[in-house]
């Protein structure tokens, strides 16, 4: 059975960093383009960053741009997200996502995951 697993989140002032971790198992991780989704409370999920299976390709949402990085480890079936010079606005949720292709995560977004992590909550204080 697949799992997506999160870890790394937590509580963090403005201007801080945390990196998330998302350990994949049951599917053959190298196959997947992975993504990372947040949903704050009253918000819908947002597509926060995807990469490619090889991790040549990546994407961001423009509100993180220049702040957040994704990254793979396919040896170590693993995805990260280093997330720096965090904002209130970064408070939420986060998931982690598996996608069976790179256009699937970044057009269909949401509609083209088909399996998820159960999340791990980012906190920002200002």
């Known amino acids: 059975q697949v799992q997506l697993v999160e870890s790394g989140g937590g509580l963090v002032q403005a201007g801080g960093s945390l990196r998330l971790s998302c350990a994949a198992s049951g599917l053959t991780f190298s196959r997947y383009a992975m993504g990372w989704f947040r949903q704050a409370p009253g918000k819908e999920r947002e597509l926060v960053a995807a990469?490619?299976?090889?991790?040549?390709?990546?994407s961001y949402a423009d509100s993180v741009k220049g702040r957040f990085t994704i990254s793979r480890d396919n040896a170590k079936n693993t995805v990260y997200l280093q997330m720096n010079s965090l904002k209130p606005e970064d408070t939420a949720t986060y998931y982690c996502?598996?996608?069976?292709?790179?256009?699937?995560?970044?057009?269909?977004?949401?509609?083209?995951?088909?399996?998820w992590g159960q999340g791990t909550q980012v906190t920002v204080s200002s």
């Open positions: 996502a598996a996608s069976p292709s790179y256009q699937s995560i970044t057009i269909r977004k949401n509609e083209g995951i088909d399996y």
């Open positions: 990469v490619n299976w090889s991790g040549v390709y990546t």
